[in-house]
C-alpha cells in the first residue's frame, strides 16, 4: 500500500530502468512487464537460453542502471498505431501479444521513452528520474522463476527484483525488517510449530490444518462466536456449493466468474463451490416475510469459501484456494446503520486490544459522482447518505482513517482494514461493505412500520478476516510465541528425575481438569534436552519438579517470555494459568 505516499511511479521508472541495462547487457533478451510492488518493482525477462544469472550479474546490471540513471532526464512519450507498434517490438512475442489486448479492448497504444529505452507502457513515472532518484536508494534483490501471465500453461521467465525507497534510510529499514520477518516467516513457522501443511494429494493452496493449528482455531472461533453472541449475531450453517442460478441473481456469474472453481456438472445442471457466503446468508434473510420489527438481523458463520487463485500466486497462508471466513451479515434499515456500523468498529477494536495490534488505519472508498450509473449503482442519495453516516461513525470512534474517493465497490462503500503485525510490516485483514443493490437483487425485504415493503441495507463484515490469512499473520505477529490462550500446548510438566514423575502426573491431571492444554514429558531424555524441546515448540510455561520441590510441597513455575517465575503450589499454578486463559493476556 503505498497510494499515500505514492511509491508507484519511482519504483515502476526503475523497472524501466532495470529492462534498460538488462538489454544493454544481454541484447537477445526479451522484455515482457514491469511493474511497481510493495516494497519495489520486478520485471520479467525471457533471457537467451545459455545465460544463467548469478548474484554477480545482478550487481552489474544494478551498476549498470546506475550509470543509466544519470541520463534519464525525461520520459517522453508518443502514441502510435498497431502496426507501428507491432513494427517496433516485432521481436519480441510478448510486447505483440500484449498490442493484441491493448487494440482488443480499444485502448490507445502508447510507447515511454527514457535514455536509449522504449516501452510499451500506460504511463506513471517520474517525470525527471536522474534528479528525483537517488542511486542508492534502490538495489536488485534476488531473482526468482514467475510463468508468464502467471499460468503454469505458460513459459517460465526471469523475474528481477528490485527494493527501492525514497531514501537510503528507508530502504535500510525495510531490509531490517525483512530480516526479522524471515525469521517469523508463518510458512517456516507453521511447518516447525505443527500449525499447517500443503500436501499435492490435496492440491497447491489448501491447508491442511495439523492438531496445533486446530487449536489455534478453535480458540479463535471460541472468541469470535463470544462476541458475536454478546453483539446479538445469530449463527447460521451453510452449503460449501450451490446452483449456478444463484450465482447468477448475486451477479457473482459471470462478473466474479474468473474467481470461482469451474462448476461441476450434476442432476443436469450447474453446481459452484461457494466463493462468498452472503448469497446463501441471503437466502436465510429470505427464508420468512421480515418485519422491521426483525431488523437489525445478524447471521454469523465461519463459512468456508473457494476461490480459484493462479497457480503461481498462492502463498503459504497468505493467498490459498480455500478459505474459512469470520463472516456476516447485518439487515438493517437506514436508521440502525450508524448504530450497526459502529458496532462493527468497536468490535475490531476490542480484538486489535486482545491481539496487541498497535498500528491500524482504515481505508474509506467512497463513490466518485460522475461514474454513477457505470461503476457504482444509480443511487445518489444513498450514497450520500451512507458515506456521511460511516465518515461520522469513524470521526467519533477516533479511528484512523484516509478516504479514497472513486474507489467503492459496485454497490457501496468499501473500508479495507489494515494493520501492521509486530515488527512493522503491513497486513490487509478484513473488508467491511455497505451494499444497498444486492438487497435489491435477491428480493430482500422487511414490512415497516406502516405496512410498507422495503429494502433492507447490508453490511458484510468479517473483523478476523480468515482463518488462513489471520492465522498466517499472528504467526508473525507473536512470532510463534503465541499468548497462553492461543498456545496449542499451554503447559509442560517436566521432572526433573522418575522420582518425581507421581508428583509430575498429580499436577497434570489438575491442570487437565481444568481444561489447560498440557503435555507431561515423562520420556528418558535428559532435562536439558526436554527444555530445550518445549522450548523450541514456544511453549508459554513449564513446571519442573524435582526434590527442591517436593521437599516444600510446591512446584517451579517457568514463563517462556519472562523466565524463571519461582516456587508456587500447585493450587497457585493452575490458578494463575486460568486467570491468564480467561482474561486473553
Ligand atoms: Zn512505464
Ligand atoms: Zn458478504
Redesign the pocket.
Given at each position: 500500500m503505498n497510494k499515500e505516499n505514492n511509491l508507484d511511479p519511482l519504483r515502476?521508472t526503475l523497472a524501466?530502468l532495470l529492462a534498460s541495462a538488462v538489454l544493454e547487457l544481454y541484447p537477445n533478451t526479451k522484455n515482457t512487464i514491469g511493474p511497481a510492488i510493495d516494497n519495489g518493482f520486478y520485471y520479467d525477462f525471457e533471457f537467451p537460453t545459455d545465460v544463467k544469472l548469478s548474484d554477480k550479474d545482478l550487481h552489474d546490471i544494478e551498476k549498470k542502471m546506475k550509470k543509466n540513471l544519470n541520463s534519464w532526464k525525461e520520459f517522453t512519450h508518443k502514441e502510435v498505431s498497431e502496426k507501428e507498434a507491432k513494427a517496433h517490438f516485432k521481436d519480441n512475442p510478448y510486447k505483440l501479444e500484449l498490442i493484441e489486448e491493448i487494440v482488443g479492448k480499444g485502448e490507445k497504444i502508447t510507447l515511454?521513452t527514457c535514455g536509449d529505452f522504449t516501452?510499451l507502457?500506460r504511463?506513471?513515472?517520474i517525470d525527471n528520474p536522474s534528479k528525483d532518484i537517488h542511486g542508492d536508494s534502490f538495489k536488485l534483490s534476488h531473482i526468482a522463476g514467475a510463468y508468464w501471465r502467471g499460468s503454469e500453461k505458460n513459459k517460465m521467465l526471469t523475474r528481477i527484483y528490485g527494493l527501492a525507497f525514497e531514501t537510503k534510510e528507508r530502504l535500510d529499514e525495510y531490509e531490517k525488517q525483512k530480516i526479522e520477518a524471515e525469521k517469523r516467516d508463518h510458512r517456516k513457522l507453521g511447518k516447525e510449530l505443527g500449525i499447517f501443511t500443503f500436501d499435492d494429494d490435496v492440491g497447491p493452496g489448501l491447508p491442511l490444518w495439523l492438531p496445533n493449528g486446530a487449536e489455534i482455531i478453535e480458540e479463535l472461533e471460541i472468541l469470535a462466536k463470544e462476541t458475536e453472541k454478546d453483539q446479538g449475531y445469530k449463527r447460521v450453517r451453510t452449503p460449501h456449493i450451490a446452483k449456478e442460478s444463484m450465482y447468477l441473481k448475486s451477479g457473482h456469474l459471470p462478473y466474479y466468474k474468473e474467481s470461482m472453481f469451474p462448476p461441476m456438472e450434476y442432476e443436469g445442471g450447474k453446481y459452484y463451490l461457494k466463493a462468498m457466503n452472503c448469497p446463501h446468508h441471503h437466502k436465510i434473510f429470505s427464508f420468512s416475510q421480515r418485519s422491521y420489527k426483525d431488523l437489525p438481523l445478524r447471521l454469523a458463520e465461519y463459512g468456508t469459501c473457494y476461490r480459484h487463485e493462479k497457480s503461481g500466486e498462492l502463498f503459504g497462508l497468505m493467498r490459498v484456494r480455500m478459505l474459512e471466513m469470520n463472516d456476516a451479515h447485518i439487515y438493517c434499515t437506514e436508521e440502525q446503520f450508524a448504530d450497526e456500523f459502529r458496532a462493527v468498529n468497536e468490535m475490531y477494536l476490542k480484538y486489535f486490544k486482545i491481539f496487541g495490534i498497535e498500528k491500524y488505519i482504515m481505508r474509506f472508498s467512497t463513490h466518485d459522482p460522475k461514474h454513477l450509473g457505470d461503476k457504482f449503482v444509480n443511487e445518489p442519495e444513498l450514497w450520500k447518505k451512507t458515506e456521511d453516516m460511516v465518515r461520522n461513525v469513524l470521526i467519533e470512534s477516533n479511528i484512523p482513517y484516509i478516504e479514497i474517493a472513486n474507489e467503492a465497490a459496485f454497490y457501496g462503500p468499501k473500508i479495507d482494514v489494515q494493520v501492521w503485525s509486530a515488527i512493522g510490516r503491513e497486513f490487509t485483514l478484513a473488508t467491511n461493505q455497505v451494499d444497498f443493490a444486492v438487497p435489491k437483487r435477491f428480493n430482500l425485504t422487511y414490512i415497516d412500520n406502516e405496512g410498507k415493503e422495503q429494502t433492507p441495507l447490508c453490511i458484510h463484515r468479517a473483523p478476523l478476516g480468515t482463518h488462513e490469512r489471520f492465522i498466517g499473520f499472528l504467526i508473525e505477529h507473536y512470532g510463534g510465541n503465541f499468548p497462553l490462550w492461543l498456545s496449542p500446548v499451554q503447559v509442560k510438566v517436566i521432572p526433573i528425575a522418575e522420582a518425581h514423575h507421581a508428583k509430575a502426573n498429580e499436577i497434570y491431571e489438575k491442570l487437565k481438569e481444568r481444561r489447560i492444554r498440557v503435555e507431561i514429558d515423562l520420556s528418558k531424555e535428559g532435562f536439558g534436552k526436554k527444555i530445550r524441546e518445549a522450548k523450541v515448540m514456544r511453549i508459554p510455561y513449564f513446571i519442573i519438579i524435582g526434590d527442591k520441590d517436593i521437599e516444600i510441597s510446591k512446584v517451579t513455575l517457568e514463563s517462556r517470555d519472562h523466565g524463571q517465575i519461582g516456587q508456587l503450589s500447585e493450587d497457585e499454578v493452575v490458578e494463575r494459568m486460568v486467570k491468564e486463559i480467561v482474561e486473553r493476556r
Open positions: 515502476h524501466h515511454y516501452d507502457c504511463g506513471g513515472h
